[in-house]
């Protein structure tokens, strides 16, 4: 197993400190920094200013969000990320939520699993650098109805210095992420309980088998909040507040991703009454009553004596790379995960 990190988005961390994290796990010999994308924050624009400033580390979209772009917009993004990084791309896509995809970017959240086939296959095309053409139910390339009829195939000037550029999907659900056992190269769950080898994973494997893959061939990268502290107390207090914003904040009372996969994990009631005060505006109140375990289950909330024993839980789970969320004292943090797995550290 690996060591990554996600640096998010604000208000987690400011354009600043995701430079400066960057340059540090690169000095560290971390993986990969991950870089996620919202209604405040364009992933891309991050990921080309930590190209031009890092030299080895692996550089993640986690993820970029299929609503915000035409896939082949997507694919000269990546194709360009690629060229910029020499080579160390790797594109996380997403259907982000239904507030999100109608709220912000008017799309309706509909038919995830077909968009999201097709939205694939599409920017795969473009990167192959042979000319487009789709003719499917949610896109058409060229356009084949509606313009005044000058559309033709064309091909991706340029491309990508990878031959391939790995796909990941950031999704939760059983049948996306069956999904993405099925197309994806890699699966970027938000929070992973190693423990449980009932849940989502394995739904990843039944996509792999449907789709007759290797285990191998479909990398899994969780997005773990971490923290550690020498009280563990202090370290779940400081992953307390992004966890109950995903809880509470990311979806509505009647659609929420997170509080889905709670419920899958039996944790539902403390989710839910996350939510609800969340909702309310009681956003302390939320934060509080998280509880020890579910603290536990979705993040890696620990003290130094303790963080072998929850890393090597998720190397025996079949991860392959971690992408930690830092909190507390980042930089600390990095240095001692870099220790940990035994990077080339030269810091």
């Known amino acids: 197993m690996k060591i990554g990190m996600m640096l998010a988005y604000y208000p987690w961390f ?13 000095r560290l010999g971390m993986e990969t920094v991950w870089i996620a994308e919202g209604y405040g924050q364009d992933a891309t624009a991050i990921l080309g200013l930590l190209a031009g400033r890092t030299e080895r580390i692996t550089l993640g979209a986690a993820i970029m969000s299929i609503p915000a772009r035409q896939p082949t917009a997507t694919g000269t ?26 709220g912000w970017y008017g799309v309706p959240f509909t038919a995830p699993l077909e968009r999201t086939a097709e939205y694939i296959e599409i920017v795969r095309k473009s990167l192959s650098r042979k ?5 499917g139910k949610h896109w058409s390339i060229p356009l084949l109805h509606g313009g005044i009829g000058q559309g033709k195939p064309i091909k991706m000037m340029g491309g990508a210095v990878q031959d391939r550029i790995p796909i990941y999907l950031g999704v939760t659900g059983p049948r996306t992420v069956e999904q993405a056992g099925q197309i994806a190269d890699g699966w970027l769950p938000t929070f992973f309980n190693p423990e449980d080898t009932d849940g989502p994973a394995a739904s990843l494997y039944k996509g792999i088998e449907k789709a007759g893959r290797s285990r191998d061939d479909v990398k899994i990268t969780p997005v773990i909040p971490c923290a550690v502290h020498d009280d563990v107390a202090v370290a779940r207090d400081q992953v307390r507040p992004m966890l109950a914003m995903y809880l509470g904040g990311m979806g509505s009372r009647e659609k929420n991703f997170y509080v889905d996969l709670a419920e899958r994990y039996g944790h539902g009631v403390t989710a839910r009454a996350c939510r609800d005060l969340f909702l309310g505006g009681d956003i302390r109140a939320a934060q509080a009553c998280l509880t020890d375990d579910i603290i536990d289950c979705l993040t890696i909330a620990t003290t130094p004596r303790a963080l072998d024993g929850r890393l090597q839980a998720f190397e025996h789970a079949g991860v392959h790379e971690l992408a930690v969320v830092p909190f507390g004292d980042r930089p600390a943090l990095l240095k001692t995960l870099a220790a940990a797995f035994g990077t080339d550290a030269s810091v």
């Not at 400011?14 to 960057?22: D, I, M």
């Not at 993004?77 to 896509?93: H, K, N, V, Y």
């Open 77 to 102: 993004a990546a194709a360009t990320l690629d060229q910029i990084s020499q080579g160390r791309f790797i594109l996380g896509l997403g259907l982000s939520g239904p507030q999100v995809s109608e």
């Open 131 to 135: 000319p487009v053409e789709h003719n």
């Open 14 to 26: 400011t354009p600043a400190e995701q430079l400066e994290l960057s340059e540090l796990g690169d």
